[in-house]
């Protein structure tokens, strides 16, 4: 075997190892956020402070049976679950976790996450088209039209950070920004004032692309039983479960690059690995605390958040960007 | 134009104070027991099944007068009883008295509806709400208390 497929495999291996250690822990860190918000414990009986929960889980979910339903289309039904991990591994090909370790570095890094990060809504539609139940459907065409509402805003907000840095390779991105907070493209500079706002629009719609509660319209358990996974059991629903979480990963990934300054510190002392994960890992609560807060949204109100206020805004600050980059 | 803007903002400051609440919770200790583990004690109102209550020596204070049998409305409380002579001491003369002893105190809680009649019946305060919760079985006699058997046990 020659290096270069070593060098693929090992970086595949680590990318499904990283991924799958993070859905089983974020599970846990979930549910044990969810219970301090909420003043109980959590799960806390496996293990000490219950950090055997994900193992055991693992366990029950690959023990089961799985099950496809009567009338379903077999071969969606099961190409669904499989299509939502893909992505979910191959958008950490290119994300630098530090100045070193990243397994290749695109030239086109941006684009790849966000198109790799919208292959999720057709697994999305596969699930909910397959598995033959009106709820399913229900949610996936609601999950769709979310998804297509909030990749606007998010790439035209990435397009202005792309102009800003002028790269579409995310670890010259994360490279430009090195030094400290004053660097970071969150800070507002002279010639990108808006910023902060294109930060908080990008988070909010990070938020809605991994289907996130506020915005878990996908599978509203209140209206839609389980949303799209209704009819999955056993490992299919487990793969789904695994992809939300890394999909949760790679978009705080995307933040943190693109806003945060990567693995630099905030003020330019020992950047690498461990401030990229101390940053997604901060992020990554943010998310967990907002998802314990805010009740969900219904679906009009979704679409005219994303129609009447973040994409106008997004615009405005595009263009007004585009002009500040000319004059200064 | 103003509105459209107000309302952004408002609403963004709304978000902002729910987030800053679930965040100091998220401090503050835990309120719930960790059941099996942990127990609260029962407050002393709380009306379990019915339990006899002891006299001096230990023995149940009830005379067998049979009236919390009578004012149970689901029959659920059977009792018996023995006449016992014994002797005593009247203005100088010894003279032999007759009364009765409690042989036998069932109780089949799974017909009491916990109405606490029969409590409220006894004119010696012979019974009483036990503070007992803890009661689950998947087997109906588990349920037919005996409860001089109870008294005993816990006196011994």
């Given amino acids: 075997m020659s290096l270069t497929i070593l060098n693929v495999l090992a970086a595949v291996v680590a990318a499904i190892a990283f991924a799958a250690l993070n859905a089983a822990y974020l599970v846990w860190a979930e549910r044990r956020g969810a219970g301090r918000i909420q003043r109980r414990p959590g799960p806390n009986v496996n293990g000490p402070f219950g950090l055997l929960q994900p193992p055991c889980d693992g366990i029950k979910l690959m023990t089961k049976q799985l099950m496809i339903p009567g009338g379903a289309d077999k071969a969606l039904f099961m190409v669904a679950p499989v299509l939502t991990m893909i992505p979910a591994i191959a958008s950490f090909v290119t994300i630098p976790f530090s ?41 996936s065409v609601r999950s769709v039209s979310q998804a297509i509402s909030y990749e606007v805003p998010l790439f035209i907000t990435a397009l202005t950070v792309v102009l800003i ?5 995310l670890h010259e991105m994360a490279s430009i920004q090195a030094g400290g907070f004053w660097n970071w493209n969150i800070t507002p500079s002279l010639s990108s004032p808006l910023m902060p706002v294109s930060f908080l629009i990008f988070f909010i719609c990070i938020l809605a692309e991994t289907n996130r509660a506020p915005f878990d319209l996908g599978e509203a358990e209140s209206e839609l039983v389980a949303g799209f996974h209704t009819e999955y059991g056993s490992m299919g629903f487990g793969l789904f479960f695994m992809a939300e979480y890394a999909h949760i990963v790679i978009g705080t990934s995307l933040i943190t690059i693109l806003f945060l300054g990567g693995w630099g510190c905030p003020f330019g002392l ?18 967990i605390l907002i998802r314990w807060t805010f009740p969900r949204t219904t679906i009009y109100g979704l679409l005219n958040l994303s129609w009447k206020v973040l994409i106008p805004i997004t615009l405005f600050n ?11 | 134009m103003g509105a459209y803007f107000n309302d952004i903002f408002s609403g963004l400051w709304s978000l902002c104070i729910g987030l800053s609440i679930t965040f100091r919770e998220f401090f503050k200790p835990v309120v719930t027991v960790p059941y099996p583990y942990k127990t609260i004690k029962m407050c002393k109102r709380y009306r379990g099944h019915i339990e006899l209550i ?19 409305p689901s029959g659920c409380i059977s009792l018996a009883s023995k006449s016992v002579a014994y002797e005593v001491e009247v203005k100088g003369e010894m003279k032999t008295k007759k009364k009765k002893v409690l042989t036998k105190y069932n109780l089949d809680f799974t017909t009491c509806s916990l109405c606490g009649l ?16 803890n009661l689950v079985s998947t087997r109906k006699e588990d349920f037919h208390f005996d409860l001089l058997n109870r008294l005993q046990e816990r006196n011994s």
Avoid at chain 1, 111 to 138: D, E, P, Q, T
Avoid at chain 1, 165 to 169: A, D, I, P, S
Avoid at chain 2, 120 to 131: H, K, L, R
């Fill in chain 1, 99 to 139: 100045n070193t370790i990243v397994a290749h570095s695109m030239n086109v890094g941006v684009l790849m996450v966000i198109g790799f990060a919208s292959l999720g809504g057709m697994a999305i539609l596969f699930a909910g088209w397959g598995s033959r139940n009106k709820y399913s459907v229900m949610a």
């Fill in chain 1, 318 to 328: 595009l263009l007004l960007t585009a002009g500040l980059l000319k004059v200064f």
């Fill in chain 1, 165 to 169: 840095t002028g790269t579409l390779n």
């Fill in chain 1, 270 to 287: 020992y950047p690498g690995v461990w401030w990229f994960l101390i940053k997604i890992y901060f992020l990554i609560f943010s998310f």
């Fill in chain 2, 54 to 72: 002891e006299n001096e020596e230990g023995k149940p204070k009830c005379i067998s007068c049979g009236m919390c049998q009578r004012a149970c």
């Fill in chain 2, 118 to 133: 029969c409590v409220t019946s006894c004119n010696f305060d012979a019974i009483t709400f036990s503070q007992e919760y």
